[in-house]
């Protein structure tokens, strides 16, 4: 699976868009970008995935460059609840995931 | 939908005892269930795979027979930590994905601290 790269830590206002940047240049083309997080003492939750096109669901918007070498996840109205480790990971097969160091994201009152 | 416990949260046992750690999914078939280690201030790092009615693969370091891993149905794996020592003291997390899915939903963890 390729390697990613994140932002150690960032800060958001609370009901600003957070947007955390994630770089994959030496992804596969059948390599999937998905994202989880992990608030703090808890399983990590799911949040998107996605292979070429922008994905959004009820939680989040996935935007992936054309050359596919970088996303980004975009939280649209960021609350408390969201202060999390957010991590960028990508596969291509079915096998157990990677875990890099994440992104430490703290919402801010 | 997606869901996944484990059992139990959490659990203090003493030095040379086993343990059990169970890891379900309730609302759908987990075709395979994987076994991961957090340590504090540390990213998850994957211990092993199974897959039901085979025998677990063990990531490179995990001994297989510390840590024993049944996957008998397709809703419970199990994770025994036999004979326990402080320094297996972690958080254990499952996850679990169905049959032609790569999404892997995890569990809320298992936090085993060894005295």
């Known amino acids: 699976d390729a390697k990613t790269t994140q932002p150690p830590s960032m800060d958001c206002a609370e009901g600003r868009a957070a947007n955390l940047p994630c770089n994959h240049s030496?992804?596969?083309?059948?390599?999937?970008v998905y994202w989880y997080r992990q608030i703090h003492s808890q399983g990590p939750q799911y949040i998107i995935h996605?292979?070429?096109n922008n994905e959004t669901n009820e939680m989040a918007s996935l935007i992936i460059t054309e050359d596919r070498k970088s996303s980004t996840l975009i939280l649209p109205h960021a609350t408390l609840r969201d202060t999390a480790v957010y991590y960028c990971i990508v596969r291509g097969g079915a096998d157990g995931l990677t875990f890099g160091k994440g992104t430490h994201l703290i919402i801010q009152p | 939908g997606a869901v996944v416990s484990q059992h139990p949260s959490w659990v203090i046992c003493k030095s040379g005892t086993s343990v059990k750690i169970e890891c379900r999914s309730l609302d759908f078939q987990a075709t395979t269930m994987f076994w991961y280690r957090q340590f504090p201030k540390q990213s998850l790092m994957l211990m092993a795979t199974s897959n039901e009615g085979s025998k677990a693969t063990y990531e490179q370091g995990v001994e297989k027979d510390k840590f024993l891993i049944n996957h008998a149905s397709l809703t419970l794996s199990t994770l025994t930590v036999t004979s326990a020592h402080p320094e297996d003291s972690s958080f254990y997390i499952c996850?679990?994905?169905?049959?032609?899915?790569?999404?892997?939903?995890f569990g809320p963890g298992t936090r085993l601290l060894v005295l």
């Open positions: 030496t992804i596969s083309g059948n390599e999937y």
């Open positions: 996605g292979l070429k």
């Open positions: 996850s679990a994905r169905s049959w032609g899915e790569e999404t892997q939903y």
